[in-house]
């Protein structure tokens, strides 16, 4: 998932700015979510500081703030530095300043039609959908899951592990910030991971990165937040290993 963040200091521009991106996410049917939309340079930087997953910035330039956009941008590539960082201002003459606070944007989107600004939010978050995914899965390995008309990507680093449900032919993916029930059986599951994944008993599939503590006595596995895995008897020597 891509968490998106909107910085702008017009408060009738910034809900307009949220409209056009929550269009987009919902004709689309993106994996991306409004995390924090704000006047406030410094609200944005605090929201990154603890985000969990890699953002979509939309800044203004002039934030008639102690920092401008560009400044708050430098700001954000420290914590994210992959991130995807997208100026909306009137100052078209101010792009080349991004060369000197080396902040890599991805585009511009100038306020001089606001018809236009909705069709380059648009495009703007498509291209980012498209990189975000070609990045993933050339870089880090992502688990995709088919739900209807939509793909989830989730990154192996973010998965816990998978457990049969409940619910007849559904699985349940345990991320570190979200589940997701899914059709399937383990077995599929499995054939699609690597090396970091272990089958540790008939209805679990663990993230050997993600352990924190194996009770061999009690046949359980902690994983880092808190949750458990049951471990059979016969994958005890397989998991010691």
Do not use: W
């Amino acid at each position: 998932m891509l968490d998106i963040y909107i910085c702008e200091d017009n408060e009738q521009q910034l809900k307009l700015f949220e409209k056009y991106v929550r269009d987009v996410i919902m004709i689309e049917e993106l994996d991306m979510h409004i995390c924090a939309s704000s006047k406030n340079p410094y609200e944005i930087i605090d929201h990154v500081k603890t985000a969990k997953n890699l953002g979509l910035f939309f800044l203004d330039i002039d934030l008639n703030s102690s920092i401008n956009g560009l400044q708050l941008a430098q700001e954000i590539r420290k914590y994210q530095p992959r991130c995807f960082i997208i100026f909306i201002t009137s100052h078209s003459e101010m792009s080349f300043l991004t060369f000197q606070y080396k902040v890599e944007a991805l585009d511009y989107i100038i306020k001089d039609n606001f018809s236009k600004i909705h069709e380059k939010i648009h495009e703007c978050m498509l291209n980012v959908n498209e990189k975000y995914s070609s990045v993933n899965n050339h870089i880090n390995k992502v688990f995709t899951i088919a739900l209807g008309d939509k793909n989830l990507n989730i990154d192996f680093d973010n998965i816990l592990f998978f457990e049969t449900s409940s619910n007849i032919h559904k699985i349940i993916l345990h991320a570190k910030n979200r589940m997701i029930e899914f059709s399937g059986q383990l077995k599929d599951v499995q054939a699609q991971l690597d090396s970091r994944f272990y089958r540790c008993h008939r209805s679990y599939i663990v993230n050997k990165h993600n352990i924190k503590e194996i009770d061999f006595k009690q046949s359980i596995v902690y994983m880092t937040n808190g949750e458990t895995c049951l471990l059979s008897v016969r994958m005890k020597k397989g998991l010691k290993h």
